[in-house]
């Protein structure tokens, strides 16, 4: 039987995964497991990449001990990447998106210009802000070529380098139209237009063969799946063709909130609600937004110092009463390392309601709120694509929790399917597939993901009036309502 092999990097941790496919059915089996620790050198954080790329050999020689190997495909997260010389050298680490060392656009090109082309959202953490802020550096000056992560793991397991597509819509210097690379956005943006050399490619392509430690090449190929970890979790979502427009909500450290799209929507009115255009599989569309999520957690958990897993905090929280404070997740306070516990205090403090006493009513209110942002970004969603949102398909790590499921479909007032947990590596491991002949579409692949990892469904509680009441007090909290009132009147005045 072929047996795959998906390396899914994550913020927080990363893992190798082997699946086996008959025909029919996907069967997944963890290789390895292994954290993903930033390091902070001279002020700056960045990623340890040569220690990943010892842990993902070690997890490739795992499935390789007693098995065939037949492709290999990697996938990460956004917006980072590395500076390669022109004999395909990294010149440094890669910096971390979290370390606030990057530089705007709004000088160079108007937000709505260049939302207009990239279709993504003008914030800090994206590769052109990183960039912009290497101008004055001699990195920018001996670096021949930007490789987006997983492309420069593709290219240390290869030895081809190249840009695949949903990764690079990640950069906000994609055109999102032509899937191109926007060389008058980049030209105006006074970046290096060497450095975007190549063409870039869909999701299945095959790289090259895959090189052992000595540069040899085996019989395994490498394949560029669909680079940006969401895309490949959006792609194994278990929706059926019937099922019309179906929500998502891909839950790791990061939570992305949108609906499956044709083409970007670029309206002056989706910038503002802050949605973004990701490439997908096929050609497809992600219309969503980035929001804050597990990573809220997870750095409660190293406040708190504590050894208790993420399900014993869920547990915890569990017992908690509902219909506490709330945060919203969004607030820039949240968004930076540090002490969590105390910056949710202080947000509920400052907003007037009652602070969460101990660890259960901390954790009970960051998931009630994430709970209620979901629903207000899917919400959003339906309004600006038109598109009607029956079901929610939550995937990712947060599909694990029963907990944040319900609450998710409580809070939400709509069904929510749950699982697979590691949709990620499983939509790694299907474009493979796909790649190498075992399936011909992506209504194929979906089908293959229900039929292995049919999904748990969770039903919104029938008692909606404590649920309205508690969403009401987040979209006051958030100032939503204020906020597309001013948006409203702004139109006008410029209409009239």
């Known amino acids: 039987m072929p047996t795959y092999v998906a390396v899914d990097l994550g913020a927080d941790s990363g893992r190798v995964l082997a699946g086996e496919f008959d025909g029919e059915r996907l069967a997944v089996s963890e290789a390895h497991r292994f954290a993903?620790?930033?390091?902070?050198?001279?002020?700056?954080?960045?990623?340890?990449?040569?220690?990943?790329?010892a842990d993902v050999r070690d997890g490739i020689a795992r499935v390789a001990a007693d098995r065939r190997i037949t492709s290999v495909g990697v996938d990460a997260w956004g917006n980072d990447f590395g500076l390669v010389d022109r004999d395909l050298r990294l010149l440094a680490n890669p910096r971390h998106h979290r370390d606030p060392y990057t530089a705007g656009l709004t000088d160079l090109v108007s937000s709505q210009e260049q939302y207009e082309v990239t279709g993504v959202q003008p914030l800090p953490i994206n590769t052109a802000c990183q960039l912009l802020a290497h101008v004055t550096s001699p990195l920018l000056g001996a670096a021949d070529r930007l490789?987006?992560?997983?492309?420069?793991?593709?290219?240390?397991?290869?030895?081809?380098?190249l840009t695949e597509r949903t990764i690079a819509s990640t950069s906000q210097l994609l055109d999102a139209r032509t899937g191109r690379w926007a060389g008058d956005l980049?030209?105006?943006?006074?970046?290096p237009t060497r450095l975007f050399g190549g063409d870039v490619v869909e999701p299945g392509t095959v790289a090259g063969p895959l090189l052992d430690d000595s540069g040899r090449p085996g019989a395994a190929r490498v394949v560029a799946v669909a680079g940006h970890d969401t895309a490949s979790a959006v792609a194994a979502l278990p929706v059926t063709p019937s099922s019309g427009s179906a929500g998502y909500i891909s839950c790791g450290t990061w939570s992305l909130v949108g609906v499956e799209t044709g083409?970007?929507?670029?309206?002056?009115?989706?910038?503002?609600?802050?949605?973004?255009?990701?490439g997908g599989v096929l050609g497809t569309v992600r219309f969503l937004r980035n929001l804050n999520g597990l990573w809220l957690l997870q750095e409660c958990r190293r406040a708190w110092g504590t050894r208790a897993s993420y399900a014993d905090l869920v547990a915890e929280a569990a017992t908690?009463?509902?219909f506490g404070p709330l945060i919203d997740p969004g607030h820039l306070g949240f968004l930076e390392p540090g002490d969590m516990p105390a910056r949710v205090a202080a947000f509920c403090r400052s907003t007037g309601q009652p602070v969460p006493e101990g660890r259960a009513e901390t954790v009970r209110c960051i998931l009630e709120s994430l709970a209620c942002s979901y629903r207000l970004a899917l919400e959003q969603a339906e309004a600006l694509t038109g598109l009607p949102v029956e079901a929610v398909h939550l995937v990712g790590g947060g599909a694990a929790s029963d907990t944040l499921c319900q609450l998710t479909a409580d809070l939400g007032g709509r069904p929510v399917l749950a699982g697979p947990v590691e949709a990620t590596g499983i939509g790694n491991l299907l474009v493979q597939v796909m790649a190498c002949g075992g399936l011909g579409s992506l209504a194929d692949l979906r089908e293959v993901v229900r039929r292995s990892f049919p999904p748990r469904p969770f039903v919104p509680d029938g008692r909606r009036e404590p649920y309205e009441a508690a969403y009401e007090r987040f979209r006051l909290l958030t100032g939503i309502d204020s906020f597309w009132s001013k948006v409203a009147q702004t139109s006008l005045t410029t209409d009239g």
């Open 320 to 322: 908690s009463p509902a």
């Open 36 to 53: 993903n620790v930033p390091v902070r050198v001279l002020g700056g954080l960045h990623w340890d990449v040569l220690r990943l790329l």
């Open 147 to 161: 490789v987006m992560l997983p492309d420069l793991f593709t290219l240390w397991l290869s030895g081809e380098v």
């Open 263 to 278: 083409a970007p929507i670029t309206s002056r009115e989706s910038r503002l609600a802050g949605f973004t255009n990701e």
């Open 186 to 191: 980049i030209s105006r943006l006074g970046l």
